[in-house]
T-cell receptor
């Protein structure tokens, strides 16, 4: 089983749509959770951290369910500029001897159309 | 914000040659830097963790003699791909853990696209 699994996508949505991405992780010892955004042929950039209580940043809302080992990202009123690949990332402290190791999902590609 | 640079941004080399990639933290000191590799349509995979002044810790399956990592200062880590082969062609990305912010937050360099012919 993969450590971090995401919806394969691609998600093709019109401008203004609401879109939700899901992610599950396999290691219950995961400590921290993030959503990163990666544009084509570019490095990943942190979009937001994910907290147990859920958190919101403008049009973006992230949720974490530790019991189900499930993370989600909701994008409201999607813009053309939101088109990118969204990476679900977990941190496994002291997992396999690696400190602060980030484990990346394969990502879900989002394409917002006019 | 924390800025990480990489050089070169892209490189083409012949099979059998070595390539050095530099990763610099520009506005902060990074005691820990990470090297990742990403093949097309695949997720980023951690290759090694580099701590300043000590030997790098390599992930399982990554050859330490082929991917030489040096972290001689708090702002610079280098990855040398020795005797590169076409299967080493990939997108290599470094990241650095910033001292401010959350403990686990990492900032990524822009990546180096390596093509071995």
């Amino acid at each position: 089983r993969k450590e971090v699994e995401q919806d394969p996508g691609p998600f093709n949505v019109p401008e203004g749509a609401t879109v939700a991405f899901n992610c599950t992780y396999s290691n219950s010892a995961s400590q921290s959770f993030f959503w990163y955004r990666q544009d084509c042929r570019k490095e990943p950039k942190l979009l937001m951290s994910v907290y147990s209580s859920g958190n919101e940043d403008g049009r973006f809302t992230a949720q974490l369910n530790r019991a189900s080992q499930y993370i989600s990202l909701l994008i409201r009123d999607s813009k053309l500029s939101d088109s990118a690949t969204y990476l679900c990332v977990v941190n496994l402290w002291n997992y396999g001897g690696s400190q602060g190791n980030l484990i990346f999902g394969k990502g879900t590609k989002l394409s917002v159309k006019p | 914000g924390a800025v990480v640079s990489q050089h070169p941004s892209w490189v083409i080399c012949k099979s059998g040659t070595s390539v050095k990639i530099e990763c610099r933290s520009l506005d902060f000191q990074a005691t820990t830097m990470f090297w990742y590799r990403q093949f097309p349509k695949q997720s980023l995979m951690l290759m090694a963790t580099s701590n300043e002044g000590s030997k790098a810790t390599y992930e399982q399956g990554v050859e330490k003699d082929k991917f030489l990592i040096n972290h001689a200062s708090l702002t610079l880590s280098t990855l040398t791909v020795t005797s590169a082969h076409p299967e080493d062609s990939s997108f290599y990305i470094c990241s650095a853990r910033a001292p401010s912010g959350t403990t686990y937050e990492q900032y990524f360099g822009p990546g180096t696209r390596l093509t071995v012919t």
